[in-house]
């Protein structure tokens, strides 16, 4: 039996596994000389982790880091003998994150895809979110889970990490119980349509958390609506457990599953209703991502509009995104100083005794007040590298 | 064997010369004279124009041991280079120094030269192919010589590298030896890179493929100094001096780093009416640039100028106003050729005006901003872009050392993490430029400043950028890669690195085993 797991795209390497006598590695790589040594090292200590299993490991590597070598060689020995089991396992220091920090920007990656999840770190993105569902073929999607898995294990994720996972009966438990291990912030439930599925999720979290010695209710949820059904009972999903955080709203497959065009008016309808049942849950709205990469102002201009509709954040396909998305959601300059001046002109209304006071010529009363201050906290959150 | 100012070992002589070990970027003083050009003189009635490659050589009097010049504007679409030095191979001539401005895998043949020894030195520039044949070892008579466009300019002037033929490849010249690289049926852009060989070799041949009635104007090259016209079929190819390298990036990592460079530039304190800065082909560059001008129109900045490489991307600016002149070497594209044809505002210049140390001015002095990229930089600083991390040599020095030397703030750009070899060294593996020039070098993961420049540093942080130690974001990047090997170097000499000035600031060593 062989297995081969990866490809010669840059950034990845090629592994073909083979069942032999006896563990082994043979490594190519353009530059022999300053490299083999390193690949051995890598390769070596993966293969010593799952016990020197009778397999022979063929690595071609095309500029592959440490971790997506020990993830490919890993899944592709697993693959050839499915009994073989890691030893032992990093521990991943991730401290749970503040459900409520701001999340302006959900970037997506395609979990198996090491070109486009290298550096996926570095770009500040509020949310980065692995995707182990619609962007991984499903031939690939233990090479993907173990590849997200190690890169969970090995990068210091400065803001939230998130994993896509596949929906529960359809290797979402699977997902589940090998990337927990890398200890993502939350995990993105796709096509939710149901409290009862989201409860499902969260029961197999817990499970998964206590075998793991993590705190149960450590991992967030965040529904993804993207469904006729999921739209008409989204209030069920936001209030379904307490670890949902944050609902987002998926178009595309949203549009394909009713039928409509992708027009603001078709997604109308959708949008205020995920707004609605999520800020009636307390938790944040995300909306669906943008496609089209090459038209920023287009992206803005959506941006603006989701905003006015209540929603706290957007997705984005490509890193470029994120810059435009922060900007959007973030309060401005302007936004502030009047925030500043309501907030200023009702201290000075209480302390002279004044009821009502005015701003601009605009009656500022209790909602404006409270909004106007919840601004303020924002501002400074964001300013605080979204530590509230 | 000595030490240079960077603790690099120099032997005491490279080759035939006494080698003078760097001091700093601008330690040496220059005295004295230039050195003198040949005398010519024109008979009456001359016919200049020779039938054939070898008759130039014959007319020339080429013999073995002599050097010869070319220049690189073709890129990777030269013919010229192959086209002499297949003729001077069936003349049975050996044992030729050559001298190009710069070499490309198109001239891989020179291998060949060389093993059957056409060729057996190699002085001016080194790419590719030709580069990793002699870093075996044992190849040339002499070691390489590598410098920079303005060292080569100064070298020549200096009388420190004598040329006997210069062959210049001009895609429009008249018969009596005026000629350009602007005009003709295959344009290559500016030509002057070998005007300082045209008057200084004992002779120069002019090889066209479009001859002009006389007079071709304006021209790069003069009649003044051209000894001999030929006219061939094919000089090159100008689709390829594009050399793929005019692509906008789509990394994610590389558009990070060129939004960085240019938040950086904006904090700089040198971000106002007025201000100048070099461009340069290269996916990242060209991202740099084309945000720089957007900045630039959204701040209402009007720049004195931008230096090539020209572009398209510098030809639009300059055509919306938001420069008020290129300042142009060679050029990138074919939209910068016509630019230099048809602009007036986009001006031609030589190394000799751009770039040489030994002149009472270069257009890079004048520079406030470069983005520069690199093959490693270390922890001082120091940048390499001559060899490999496997100590291969594989590039030319180009014009990076002047460049660098000159602009006000020098960044370099450059990923912390390539693929699994260190961009970021303790040790460079061979110096091409120091990093007392080298300001701040702009990552994926931060800025780092070079600590001679705490105003900036101060700039950057006010601004909110992401300032860091360069030994910081190394350790960020190393951790995702297993250490690599070093090449252990014997004691061979396999080509010297001379600073623009003459001095010899690092030299590439055969490499013997591995540690």
Same mark, same amino acid.
């Given at each position: 039996?062989?297995?081969?797991?990866?490809?010669?795209?840059?950034?990845?390497?090629?592994?073909?596994?083979?069942?032999?006598?006896?563990?082994?590695?043979?490594?190519?790589?353009?530059?022999?000389?300053?490299?083999?040594?390193?690949i051995?090292?890598?390769?070596?200590?993966?293969?010593?982790?799952?016990?020197?299993?009778?397999?022979?490991?063929?690595?071609q590597?095309?500029?592959?880091?440490?971790?997506?070598?020990?993830?490919?060689?890993?899944?592709?020995?697993?693959?050839?003998?499915?009994?073989?089991?890691?030893?032992?396992?990093?521990?991943?220091?991730?401290?749970?994150?503040?459900?409520?920090?701001?999340?302006?920007?959900?970037?997506?990656?395609?979990?198996?895809?090491?070109?486009?999840?290298?550096?996926i770190?570095?770009?500040?993105?509020?949310?980065v979110?692995?995707?182990?569902?619609?962007?991984?073929?499903?031939?690939d999607?233990?090479?993907?889970?173990?590849?997200?898995?190690?890169?969970?294990?090995?990068?210091?994720?400065?803001?939230?990490?998130?994993?896509?996972?596949?929906?529960?009966?359809?290797?979402?438990?699977?997902?589940?119980?090998?990337?927990?291990?890398?200890?993502?912030?939350?995990?993105?439930?796709?096509?939710?349509?149901?409290?009862?599925?989201?409860?499902?999720?969260?029961?197999?979290?817990?499970?998964?958390?206590?075998?793991?010695?993590?705190?149960?209710?450590?991992?967030?949820?965040?529904?993804?609506?993207?469904?006729?059904?999921?739209?008409?009972?989204?209030?069920?999903?936001?209030?379904?457990?307490?670890?949902?955080?944050?609902?987002?709203?998926?178009?595309?497959?949203?549009?394909?599953?009713?039928?409509?065009?992708?027009?603001?008016?078709?997604?109308?309808?959708?949008?205020?209703?995920?707004?609605?049942?999520?800020?009636?849950?307390g938790?944040?709205?995300?909306?669906?991502?943008?496609?089209?990469?090459?038209?920023?102002a287009?992206?803005?201009?959506?941006?603006?509009r989701?905003?006015?509709?209540?929603?706290?954040?957007?997705?984005?396909?490509?890193?470029?995104?994120?810059?435009i998305?922060?900007?959007?959601?973030?309060?401005s300059?302007?936004?502030?100083?009047?925030a500043?001046?309501?907030?200023?002109?009702?201290?000075?209304?209480?302390?002279?005794?004044?009821?009502?006071?005015?701003?601009?010529?605009?009656?500022?009363?209790?909602?404006?007040?409270?909004?106007?201050?919840?601004?303020?906290?924002?501002?400074?959150?964001?300013?605080?590298?979204?530590?509230? | 064997?000595?030490r240079?100012?960077?603790?690099?070992?120099?032997?005491?002589?490279i080759?035939?010369?006494?080698?003078?070990?760097?001091?700093?970027?601008?330690?040496?003083?220059?005295?004295?004279?230039?050195?003198?050009?040949?005398?010519?003189?024109a008979p009456?009635?001359?016919?200049?124009?020779?039938?054939?490659?070898?008759?130039?050589?014959?007319?020339?009097? !080429?013999?073995?041991?002599?050097?010869?010049?070319?220049?690189?504007?073709?890129?990777?679409?030269?013919?010229?280079?192959?086209?002499?030095? %297949?003729?001077?191979?069936?003349?049975?001539?050996?044992?030729?120094r050559?001298?190009?401005?710069?070499?490309?895998?198109?001239?891989?043949?020179?291998v060949?030269?060389?093993?059957?020894?056409?060729?057996?030195?190699?002085?001016?520039?080194?790419n590719?192919?030709v580069?990793?044949?002699?870093?075996?070892?044992?190849?040339?008579?002499?070691?390489?010589?590598?410098?920079?466009?303005?060292?080569?300019?100064?070298?020549?002037?200096?009388?420190?590298?004598?040329?006997?033929?210069?062959?210049?490849?001009?895609?429009?010249?008249?018969?009596?030896?005026?000629?350009?690289?602007?005009?003709?049926?295959?344009?290559?852009?500016?030509?002057a &890179?070998?005007?300082?060989?045209?008057?200084?070799?004992?002779?120069?041949v002019?090889?066209?493929?479009d001859?002009?009635?006389?007079?071709?104007?304006?021209?790069?090259?003069?009649?003044?100094?051209?000894?001999?016209?030929?006219?061939?079929?094919?000089?090159?190819?100008?689709?390829?001096?594009?050399?793929g390298?005019?692509?906008?990036?789509?990394?994610?990592?590389?558009l990070?780093?060129?939004?960085?460079?240019?938040?950086a530039?904006?904090?700089?304190?040198?971000?106002?009416?007025?201000?100048?800065?070099q461009?340069?082909?290269?996916?990242?560059? !060209?991202?740099?640039?084309?945000?720089l001008? %957007?900045? *630039?129109?959204?701040?209402?900045?009007?720049?004195?100028?931008? *230096?090539g490489?020209?572009?398209?991307?510098?030809?639009?600016?300059?055509?919306?106003?938001?420069?008020?002149?290129?300042?142009?070497?060679?050029?990138?594209?074919?939209?910068?050729?016509?630019?230099?044809?048809? %602009?007036?505002?986009?001006?031609?210049?030589?190394?000799?005006?751009?770039?040489?140390?030994?002149?009472?001015?270069?257009?890079?002095?004048?520079?406030?901003?470069?983005?520069?990229?690199?093959?490693?930089?270390?922890?001082?600083?120091?940048?390499?872009?001559?060899?490999?991390?496997?100590?291969?040599?594989?590039?030319?020095?180009?014009?990076?050392?002047?460049?660098?030397?000159?602009?006000?703030?020098?960044?370099?750009?450059? $990923?912390? !993490?390539?693929?699994?070899?260190? $961009?970021?060294?303790?040790?460079?593996?061979?110096?091409?430029?120091?990093?007392?020039?080298?300001?701040?070098?702009?990552?994926?993961?931060?800025?780092?400043?070079?600590?001679?420049?705490?105003?900036?540093?101060?700039?950057?942080?006010?601004?909110?950028?992401?300032?860091?130690?360069?030994?910081?974001?190394?350790?960020?990047? %190393?951790?995702?890669?297993?250490?690599?090997?070093?090449?252990? &170097?014997?004691?061979?000499?396999?080509?010297?690195?001379?600073?623009?000035?003459?001095t010899?600031?690092?030299?590439?060593?055969?490499?013997?085993?591995?540690?």
């Amino acid at each position: 039996m062989e297995a081969r797991v990866g490809s010669d795209a840059k950034a990845d390497c090629l592994v073909v596994a083979r069942q032999a006598e006896r563990a082994s590695v043979a490594v190519a790589t353009k530059n022999r000389n300053l490299l083999e040594t390193g690949i051995r090292a890598v390769a070596e200590g993966v293969l010593d982790a799952l016990g020197k299993p009778g397999v022979v490991v063929e690595v071609q590597d095309q500029g592959a880091l440490d971790y997506v070598l020990a993830a490919r060689i890993e899944a592709a020995v697993r693959m050839v003998l499915p009994e073989t089991k890691l030893t032992r396992t990093e521990q991943v220091e991730r401290a749970m994150s503040d459900p409520a920090r701001p999340r302006r920007s959900r970037l997506y990656a395609p979990g198996n895809n090491p070109r486009l999840l290298v550096g996926i770190d570095i770009h500040g993105a509020d949310c980065v979110l692995l995707d182990l569902e619609d962007s991984v073929p499903p031939g690939d999607k233990t090479a993907a889970r173990v590849l997200v898995r190690r890169l969970l294990a090995a990068v210091p994720f400065p803001d939230e990490v998130w994993v896509r996972i596949n929906p529960l009966d359809a290797g979402g438990r699977e997902d589940l119980s090998e990337v927990l291990e890398g200890r993502p912030h939350g995990v993105c439930l796709p096509k939710a349509e149901s409290g009862e599925g989201v409860r499902e999720l969260a029961e197999e979290l817990g499970k998964v958390e206590r075998r793991l010695g993590f705190g149960v209710g450590s991992t967030h949820i965040m529904p993804i609506i993207e469904t006729a059904r999921g739209v008409l009972r989204c209030e069920d999903v936001a209030e379904a457990d307490e670890r949902v955080v944050v609902v987002a709203f998926g178009a595309e497959d949203y549009t394909r599953d009713v039928g409509a065009r992708r027009t603001d008016d078709a997604l109308l309808f959708a949008r205020s209703r995920v707004v609605a049942a999520a800020k009636a849950a307390g938790v944040q709205a995300s909306d669906t991502v943008y496609a089209d990469l090459s038209n920023d102002a287009g992206l803005a201009d959506e941006c603006a509009r989701a905003r006015d509709l209540g929603f706290d954040g957007k997705g984005a396909i490509n890193p470029r995104q994120i810059p435009i998305l922060h900007r959007a959601f973030s309060p401005s300059e302007d936004e502030l100083a009047k925030a500043r001046a309501i907030v200023e002109a009702a201290r000075e209304a209480e302390t002279r005794g004044l009821g009502a006071v005015a701003v601009d010529g605009r009656m500022v009363d209790q909602p404006v007040l409270e909004r106007a201050r919840r601004l303020i906290k924002y501002a400074e959150t964001l300013a605080n590298g979204g530590a509230a | 064997m000595t030490r240079n100012a960077l603790g690099r070992e120099i032997p005491g002589k490279i080759g035939s010369r006494k080698a003078v070990p760097f001091g700093g970027a601008f330690a040496k003083v220059s005295t004295g004279t230039k050195a003198p050009r040949p005398q010519k003189v024109a008979p009456q009635h001359e016919d200049k124009v020779l039938p054939s490659i070898e008759a130039a050589i014959e007319a020339c009097g !080429l013999s073995n041991g002599m050097t010869i010049s070319f220049h690189h504007s073709f890129r990777e679409g030269d013919r010229v280079i192959n086209l002499v030095l %297949d003729a001077c191979a069936r003349m049975g001539l050996k044992d030729l120094r050559i001298c190009p401005t710069a070499l490309f895998g198109i001239h891989e043949p020179i291998v060949g030269h060389i093993e059957s020894g056409v060729v057996s030195r190699i002085e001016g520039s080194m790419n590719g192919p030709v580069g990793a044949f002699i870093s075996k070892g044992g190849k040339l008579r002499e070691p390489a010589v590598l410098r920079s466009h303005g060292g080569r300019w100064r070298a020549i002037e200096a009388g420190t590298m004598e040329i006997d033929v210069a062959f210049i490849a001009a895609p429009q010249a008249d018969p009596y030896g005026n000629a350009t690289g602007i005009r003709g049926k295959t344009p290559c852009g500016p030509i002057a &890179f070998q005007a300082v060989d045209a008057q200084y070799a004992r002779k120069t041949v002019v090889v066209t493929n479009d001859l002009a009635p006389y007079p071709d104007f304006p021209m790069e090259i003069q009649q003044g100094w051209t000894d001999y016209v030929v006219v061939v079929d094919e000089i090159g190819d100008p689709a390829s001096i594009t050399s793929g390298t005019l692509q906008l990036t789509n990394s994610p990592t590389n558009l990070l780093i060129a939004r960085l460079t240019v938040e950086a530039v904006k904090a700089s304190g040198y971000f106002k009416d007025g201000f100048s800065f070099q461009g340069g082909a290269g996916g990242l560059s !060209l991202a740099a640039t084309k945000f720089l001008g %957007d900045e *630039m129109e959204k701040a209402k900045i009007v720049g004195s100028f931008g *230096m090539g490489g020209g572009t398209k991307m510098l030809v639009d600016m300059l055509r919306r106003g938001q420069i008020r002149a290129i300042l142009d070497g060679q050029a990138f594209d074919l939209d910068a050729i016509a630019s230099l044809r048809e %602009d007036p505002a986009h001006v031609m210049m030589d190394p000799g005006m751009y770039a040489n140390y030994d002149s009472r001015g270069c257009s890079t002095y004048k520079l406030d901003a470069a983005f520069l990229g690199a093959t490693e930089v270390d922890l001082d600083f120091n940048v390499n872009v001559n060899t490999h991390s496997d100590g291969q040599l594989l590039h030319g020095i180009g014009g990076h050392q002047d460049v660098a030397a000159g602009a006000a703030m020098t960044m370099i750009t450059l $990923p912390a !993490l390539r693929g699994r070899i260190p $961009p970021i060294v303790d040790r460079v593996t061979t110096v091409t430029t120091p990093g007392e020039v080298i300001d701040v070098v702009v990552t994926e993961r931060g800025l780092a400043v070079n600590p001679c420049r705490g105003d900036l540093r101060e700039r950057f942080r006010a601004a909110g950028l992401p300032v860091r130690e360069l030994g910081d974001i190394k350790r960020d990047a %190393d951790r995702y890669i297993q250490p690599v090997r070093r090449p252990v &170097f014997g004691d061979e000499v396999i080509a010297a690195i001379e600073w623009r000035d003459g001095t010899v600031i690092d030299v590439v060593r055969k490499v013997e085993g591995w540690q």
